[in-house]
């Protein structure tokens, strides 16, 4: 059986063919712009959701401020690209190959810079357990908001307008399949095998000598890190951020996904990432009412399906 670093680069190869593509299928394809923001939306999303269920999925936390880590990395990868680009790009902005560094430099400083943030919520906060950790992530999410909505360097509320539009099809394909080889490789690794005994049983695995906090703490700052590298890809794709962008809302959204998808199953938050960006287009018309809809299908899902929409038993990792 293949390794997973073949699957891995067979994933950059097929995101550097598409991308590749794009001219010759917005040439004969009617409306491929608006499918390729679809994708590169369903990306993001896969992203986001594979991140945070190696927190609330693998290591059985339950964390309520993803969107905070995705605003730490929007915002901080914004921030390279306006005001350190054009004094290493030059005003003409540089050839391909050099914005193409430039991105990359700033998604890793977003990802960094929730990763940071990560710790700094971390270490304090993932002794808690239950619902008193989902209060603590939620109030994080809230104080980053409220503090890039005070920061005036940064747009203040009105936000940071003017980003380049760096993101495509390629990176957000190339970040989600490093996304996921990274959390599927450390999740059957060995150092992985903790993650999954804290879930399962955080008593008996603190009496076997493992450092749950730890293991919680690792887990925590590399889906913050993802998070923050979606954030970046995100604000390098819509341009233009806004701290309304990263609320509550947002959190939620992705915790549906991982809840729909099946905690723990890295394949079905994938489905389910997909499964509700594409909801939305469906019910664009009704768009009043999308919030109504995932309510509804949480409640529906925990009666008659309470393990998770796409939970394939091949698809979990188990001790």
Do not use: C
């Amino acid at each position: 059986m293949p390794r997973p670093h073949f699957y891995l680069l067979l994933a950059l190869l097929a995101a550097y063919g598409l991308s590749a593509s794009t001219g010759w299928l917005e040439a004969r394809l009617d409306g491929w712009a608006y499918y390729q923001d679809v994708l590169i939306g369903i990306g993001i999303n896969i992203i986001l959701a594979v991140s945070l269920n190696l927190v609330n999925g693998y290591t059985g936390q339950f964390s309520l401020g993803h969107a905070g880590f995705m605003s730490v990395g929007a915002y901080l990868a914004a921030a390279v690209s306006l005001f350190l680009g054009p004094r290493l790009l030059g005003e003409e902005g540089g050839t391909a190959f050099q914005q193409g560094l430039m991105f990359l430099a700033a998604l890793t400083a977003g990802g960094l810079g929730a990763a940071l943030a990560g710790v700094a919520v971390g270490i304090p906060s993932l002794r808690l357990k239950g619902d008193y950790l989902a209060l603590v992530t939620l109030g994080f999410g809230e104080i980053i908001r409220v503090i890039f909505q005070n920061v005036e360097v940064l747009g203040g509320a009105l936000g940071l307008n003017g980003i380049p539009a760096y993101t495509s099809l390629f990176w957000v394909l190339a970040v989600g399949a490093v996304t996921v080889f990274t959390v599927t490789s450390l999740v059957h690794s060995t150092y992985g095998r903790g993650f999954l005994a804290t879930h399962d049983d955080e008593v008996a695995s603190e009496a076997v000598g493992l450092n749950t906090t730890r293991y919680k703490i690792v887990a925590f700052v590399i889906g913050a890190f993802f998070a923050g590298a979606a954030g970046g890809l995100y604000g390098h794709f819509k341009m233009t951020i806004t701290p309304t962008g990263f609320d509550f809302t947002k959190s939620i959204e992705i915790v549906v996904m991982v809840i729909l998808g099946g905690m723990g199953n890295t394949l079905g938050v994938i489905l389910a990432a997909i499964l509700l960006t594409l909801l939305p287009e469906v019910l664009r018309p009704i768009a009043e009412y999308r919030m109504i809809i995932y309510s509804l299908l949480l409640i529906v899902l925990m009666i008659v399906r309470p393990q998770g929409l796409f939970n394939f038993k091949f698809g979990k990792a188990k001790l």
